[in-house]
């Protein structure tokens, strides 16, 4: 029996780690495939058949469903005989049309680990399908589904990252891992609050594997774990053990309950943690109480903010989320949670819009709610009793704005400094957004150039572009790249003579030199020399009495 597992993830760096666990769980010879969204799903469908293989098991999420369904139809259309296996948290709920309509004749449900391999051993002794655990299939034109199992041993599972054929691609790929599975909090929005109890595996194994992908090479190693420190006294002894370790040149990336991070592990991070090590996703959802209620989560506003202005004081880079679109969050009370975590300025704010996801209590309340959503996967809201969808339109122009001026990295100082005033950032991402709707400008294609020029056209319209908004414009522009850049206003400055003068203060670098490489403009009330040197950038602040390092 030849058995092939297919992975169809979103990005080339993705690996999909479910299908590798199937693998290293299974009893019989099994083989990993994976693609991509973006790949031809006919190159797929060719590449899949040529495998003759007897089984073929797909990992289905909302990203990739639509595609592995019209792969799938076409595999039993061609390929009748081959058995179909979906599995993953896409088809654990709602899955009845996938069996009813021949798409896929097993589905797993959940975990699956232990439930495919006795599958497999089933299909392959003609043994009993109703002693499989957490499966669903059709007899006898009824549909069947089994004992739901859970794995409270995980230290009972083989070992998914030591395959011979993967080591040549961990240095290319984020790297997942799990330190537990399941979630102790209840948030009706997400699958993994229905995950009890939560589930440990045992540090000094998790930290071996970590080694193992180290030493072949990962860059990225992005826990799976919904609540890292869901259990605070493994969390802490977890972050300690990786700051001793100090990999060289890996990140690290967690999901993180702020408001329930304990003051020792802050203190450990601000002491001992370097940068560039570990990042932190911090979900905040709604700072409205009545939505959190609403959402049966459990949050403590105040304590998350104070925890993430202490985590600023550390190396993490830190990333929060929000989600538009929850019951009792109206468009007034979501900008204000918006403006109130924006002002935070952590590095990244990730404005989501709530997904109905099949098996979440909120899908199966909707009603309760008026929801109204796209019934194609991701399930997007589209509005609801407290906000409509012309509001929703609105927030997601937001969302538009906030990735490319915020999120990318790009004007950190000018948009810090356009709205820590006003304290009204929603106000602003959205007028800018209506000035490129107004000026049909494209929020797709565009080079650093144009939206550096757009902004500053947009300041100009608005009487906004005060000498201090333009010099930090100027210096976000300037010290993001590493070439000389072409630059998007009229720069007027005749460099020789400045230079000259400048170097007669720092005579650090020859004339020749500051001449061929620098870029000179004005810049409050003196100039801003950029040194673009092959092997590094140096600004400097220049004015006739003094001269020095930005």
Same mark, same amino acid.
């Given at each position: 029996?030849?058995? =092939?597992?297919?992975?169809?993830?979103? &990005?080339?760096?993705?690996?999909?780690?479910?299908?590798?666990?199937?693998?290293?769980?299974?009893?019989?010879?099994?083989? @990993?495939?994976?693609?991509?969204?973006?790949?031809?799903?006919?190159?797929?469908?060719? *590449?899949?058949?040529?495998?003759?293989?007897?089984?073929?098991?797909?990992?289905? +999420?909302?990203?990739?469903?639509?595609?592995?369904?019209?792969?799938?139809?076409?595999?039993?259309?061609?390929?009748?005989? !081959?058995?179909?296996? /979906?599995?993953?948290?896409?088809?654990?709920?709602?899955?009845?049309?996938?069996?009813? &309509?021949? $798409?896929?004749?097993?589905?797993?449900?959940?975990?699956?680990? $232990?439930?495919?391999?006795? %599958?497999?051993?089933?299909?392959?002794?003609?043994?009993?399908?109703?002693?499989?655990?957490?499966?669903? /299939? !059709?007899?006898?034109?009824?549909?069947?589904?089994?004992?739901?199992?859970?794995?409270?041993?995980?230290?009972?599972? &083989?070992?998914?990252?030591?395959?011979?054929?993967?080591?040549?691609?961990?240095?290319?790929?984020?790297?997942? $891992?799990?330190?537990?599975?399941?979630?102790?909090?209840?948030?009706?929005?997400?699958?993994? =609050?229905?995950?009890?109890?939560?589930?440990?595996?045992?540090? #000094?194994?998790?930290?071996?594997?970590?080694?193992?992908?180290?030493?072949?090479?990962?860059?990225?190693?992005?826990? %799976?774990?919904?609540?890292?420190?869901?259990?605070?006294?493994?969390?802490?002894? /977890?972050?300690?053990?990786?700051?001793?370790?100090?990999? *060289?040149?890996?990140?690290?990336? /967690?999901?993180?309950?702020?408001?329930?991070?304990?003051?020792?592990? @802050?203190?450990?991070?601000?002491?001992?943690?370097?940068?560039? #090590?570990?990042?932190?996703?911090?979900?905040?959802?709604?700072?409205?109480?009545?939505?959190?209620?609403?959402?049966?989560?459990?949050?403590?506003?105040?304590? %998350?903010?104070?925890?993430?202005?202490?985590?600023?004081?550390?190396?993490?880079?830190?990333?929060?989320?929000?989600?538009?679109?929850?019951?009792?969050?109206?468009?007034? *009370?979501?900008?204000?949670?918006?403006?109130?975590?924006?002002?935070?300025?952590?590095?990244?704010?990730?404005?989501?819009?709530?997904?109905?996801?099949?098996?979440?209590?909120?899908?199966?309340?909707? #009603?309760?709610?008026?929801?109204?959503?796209?019934?194609?996967?991701?399930?997007?809201?589209?509005?609801?009793?407290?906000? =409509?969808?012309?509001?929703?339109?609105?927030?997601?122009?937001?969302?538009?704005?906030?990735?490319?001026?915020?999120?990318?990295?790009?004007?950190?100082?000018?948009?810090?400094?356009?709205?820590?005033?006003?304290?009204?950032?929603?106000?602003?991402?959205?007028?800018?957004?209506?000035?490129?709707?107004?000026?049909?400008?494209?929020?797709?294609?565009?080079?650093?150039?144009?939206?550096?020029?757009?902004?500053?056209? +947009?300041?100009?319209?608005?009487?906004?572009?005060?000498?201090?908004?333009?010099?930090?414009?100027?210096?976000?522009?300037?010290?993001?790249?590493?070439?000389?850049?072409?630059?998007?206003?009229?720069?007027?400055?005749?460099?020789?003579?400045?230079?000259?003068?400048?170097?007669?203060?720092?005579?650090?670098?020859?004339?020749? @030199?500051?001449? &061929?490489?620098?870029?000179?403009?004005?810049?409050?009330?003196?100039?801003?020399?950029?040194?673009?040197?092959?092997?590094?950038?140096?600004?400097?602040?220049?004015? @006739?009495?003094?001269?020095?390092?930005?």
């Amino acid at each position: 029996m030849k058995i =092939s597992l297919i992975g169809i993830n979103s &990005k080339f760096i993705h690996t999909n780690i479910a299908i590798r666990h199937i693998k290293a769980n299974c009893d019989f010879p099994t083989s @990993i495939y994976e693609f991509t969204i973006k790949d031809n799903p006919h190159d797929i469908i060719k *590449s899949i058949i040529s495998m003759n293989s007897d089984v073929i098991g797909f990992s289905c +999420y909302i990203w990739n469903i639509n595609i592995i369904k019209n792969v799938a139809e076409e595999i039993k259309r061609t390929k009748p005989q !081959i058995t179909i296996v /979906f599995g993953g948290p896409e088809v654990s709920y709602e899955y009845e049309d996938y069996l009813y &309509k021949g $798409i896929a004749d097993f589905i797993i449900i959940n975990e699956g680990e $232990i439930a495919f391999n006795l %599958l497999i051993n089933s299909l392959k002794n003609n043994l009993s399908l109703l002693d499989v655990p957490n499966l669903a /299939f !059709i007899q006898k034109k009824e549909i069947k589904k089994t004992s739901t199992h859970q794995i409270q041993d995980l230290t009972s599972l &083989k070992n998914p990252y030591r395959f011979n054929e993967d080591i040549p691609h961990i240095k290319n790929k984020i790297q997942y $891992i799990e330190l537990s599975r399941g979630c102790p909090f209840h948030c009706s929005y997400c699958l993994a =609050s229905l995950d009890k109890p939560v589930r440990f595996l045992p540090l #000094y194994q998790v930290l071996d594997d970590i080694d193992y992908l180290v030493t072949h090479g990962a860059k990225t190693i992005k826990f %799976l774990d919904r609540s890292f420190n869901a259990n605070p006294i493994i969390a802490l002894e /977890f972050f300690k053990a990786l700051i001793d370790k100090n990999y *060289s040149s890996t990140v690290f990336q /967690f999901e993180i309950n702020a408001d329930t991070l304990k003051d020792e592990v @802050i203190a450990l991070l601000k002491e001992s943690l370097k940068p560039n #090590y570990f990042r932190f996703e911090i979900g905040v959802q709604s700072t409205n109480d009545s939505v959190n209620k609403a959402i049966h989560r459990i949050q403590n506003t105040e304590k %998350l903010i104070r925890n993430v202005n202490n985590l600023k004081q550390t190396n993490i880079d830190l990333h929060l989320d929000l989600i538009a679109g929850l019951p009792y969050e109206d468009y007034n *009370s979501f900008k204000k949670t918006f403006n109130q975590i924006f002002l935070l300025f952590n590095k990244e704010l990730q404005l989501g819009f709530l997904k109905m996801l099949k098996g979440t209590i909120i899908r199966d309340e909707s #009603y309760k709610y008026d929801y109204s959503y796209n019934l194609s996967p991701p399930y997007e809201v589209i509005s609801n009793r407290f906000i =409509s969808e012309r509001e929703l339109n609105e927030i997601r122009k937001v969302e538009t704005m906030l990735e490319i001026y915020w999120n990318k990295g790009f004007f950190k100082n000018t948009i810090k400094l356009l709205t820590e005033r006003t304290e009204q950032p929603f106000d602003f991402f959205l007028q800018l957004c209506n000035f490129y709707e107004l000026e049909d400008l494209s929020t797709k294609r565009y080079q650093l150039y144009d939206i550096f020029y757009n902004l500053m056209n +947009y300041l100009k319209k608005n009487h906004r572009l005060s000498d201090e908004v333009f010099d930090s414009l100027k210096f976000d522009y300037l010290t993001y790249h590493n070439i000389k850049p072409k630059l998007f206003w009229e720069n007027k400055i005749h460099k020789n003579n400045i230079l000259r003068n400048f170097h007669t203060k720092i005579p650090d670098y020859k004339i020749d @030199i500051l001449f &061929k490489y620098s870029l000179v403009c004005e810049y409050k009330r003196g100039y801003l020399i950029v040194l673009y040197l092959p092997e590094k950038k140096k600004y400097f602040y220049y004015n @006739i009495d003094e001269a020095e390092n930005v």
